[in-house]
Nanobody, 128 residues
Framework: QMQLVESGGGLVQSGGSLRLSCAAS????????MGWFRQAPGKEREFVAAISWSGDKTYYAEVAKGRFTISRANAKNTVYLEMNSLKPEDTAVYHC?????????????????????WGQGTQVTVSS
């Protein structure tokens, strides 16, 4: 069974940067797309970014475009989320998840219901 563990969160000032990591168990990691979601206190969980199994396709939420970059290193069973120009509204628990859709087009916002094997999350707090 696939297990995901996020890391890299922390406290940063507005305008700062963080790189989140999601380490996965299992040899089949490279066969699946991956996604990042976040949830702020009192808010619904929202999609942030997704990447295809090979890394050739990506999709970003409007709030992430131009600031966040999703990437993966299949040989290391790891997916990353590089976050720049962070704002207080980026404060949330960030989760990675396995994309269960076999042939996603990446032409529309991925649906939360299409993902599974959710990690425990890593806290990102942006001050000021």
């Amino acid at each position: 069974q696939m297990q995901l563990v996020e890391s890299g969160g922390g406290l940063v000032q507005s305008g700062g940067s963080l790189r989140l990591s999601c380490a996965a168990s299992g040899r089949a990691f490279s066969n699946y797309g991956m996604g990042w979601f976040r949830q702020a206190p009192g808010k619904e969980r929202e999609f942030v970014a997704a990447i295809s199994w090979s890394g050739d396709k990506t999709y970003y939420a409007e709030v992430a475009k131009g600031r966040f970059t999703i990437s993966r290193a299949n040989a290391k069973n790891t997916v990353y989320l590089e976050m720049n120009s962070l704002k207080p509204e980026d404060t949330a628990v960030y989760h990675c998840a396995l994309d269960l859709m076999a042939s996603r087009s990446y032409y529309r916002v991925p649906e939360e219901a299409d993902f599974g094997s959710w990690g425990q999350g890593t806290q990102v707090t942006v001050s000021s």
